[in-house]
T-cell receptor
Framework: NAGVTQTPKFRVLKTGQSMTLLCAQD?????MYWYRQDPGMGLRLIHY???????AKGEVPDGYNVSRLKKQNFLLGLESAAPSQTSVYFC?????????????FGSGTRLTVV | DAKTTQPPSMDCAEGRAANLPCNHS???????VYWYRQIHSQGPQYIIH???NNETNEMASLIITEDRKSSTLILPHATLRDTAVYYC????????????FGKGTTLSVSS
């Protein structure tokens, strides 16, 4: 049982390049989330999904797109990377609302845009 | 979701109890109090949550005041490995909601 796995762990992009971050969970969780964390700051919600085929915007969605084609995977895309998107990206998953289980987070993807 | 107020930093001696306060004076009747922590640069880790009763698990205890306007997370015997940023979050448990993090409290445990 790996929990939540994020790939890649590190990446350096040039301004304007695109990339996709992959989040995979093996806990059969319905809900999945993408957060970003800038130095000295708390986590900010980018996008989230309450089930396969559904996505919704969070606090800071601009510049990102997401897809949830399979229940276990949640992809975060950057179409044209900007230096302001340099951050640590965390994925999380959880059971549906009402469960006693909290969120399970991945170990993060450290992205630098130069 | 209601906002929370936490002290930016706290210190604790190893082996002592760490009591982390959180103010959530505008909490609604259907909002739960959640606590998470983030050790160094790892992903946040769930600690405990509650609605109005005090809660205890293998990691910590959560004390919620009777008026629910504040709460305290208690780590009974803090260790060096408990040094982390602790986040207090209030959240309605309904479909489509997500955890919104603030800046949290940095707890430093020293020997």
């Amino acid at each position: 049982n790996a929990g939540v796995t994020q790939t890649p762990k590190f990446r350096v992009l040039k301004t304007g390049q695109s990339m996709t971050l992959l989040c995979a969970q093996d806990m059969n969780h319905e809900y999945m989330y993408w957060y970003r964390q800038d130095p000295g700051m708390g986590l900010r919600l980018i996008h989230y999904s309450v089930g396969e085929g559904t996505t919704a915007k969070g606090e800071v969605p601009d510049g990102y797109n997401v897809s949830r084609l399979k229940k276990q995977n949640f992809l975060l895309g950057l179409e044209s990377a900007a230096p302001s998107q340099t951050s640590v990206y965390f994925c999380a998953s959880s059971y549906p609302v009402g469960s006693n289980y909290g969120y399970t987070f991945g170990s993060g993807t450290r992205l630098t845009v130069v | 979701d209601a906002k929370t107020t936490q002290p930016p930093s706290m210190d604790c001696a190893e082996g002592r109890a760490a009591n982390l306060p959180c103010n959530h004076s505008t909490i609604s009747g259907n909002e739960y109090v959640y606590w998470y922590r983030q050790i160094h640069s790892q992903g946040p880790q769930y600690i405990i949550h509650g609605l109005k009763n005090n809660e205890t698990n293998e990691m910590a205890s959560l004390i919620i005041t009777e008026d629910r306007k504040s709460s305290t997370l208690i780590l009974p015997h803090a260790t060096l490995r408990d040094t982390a940023v602790y986040y207090c979050i209030v959240r309605v448990q309904q479909a489509g909601t997500a955890l919104i993090f603030g800046k949290g409290t940095t707890l430093s445990v020293s020997s």
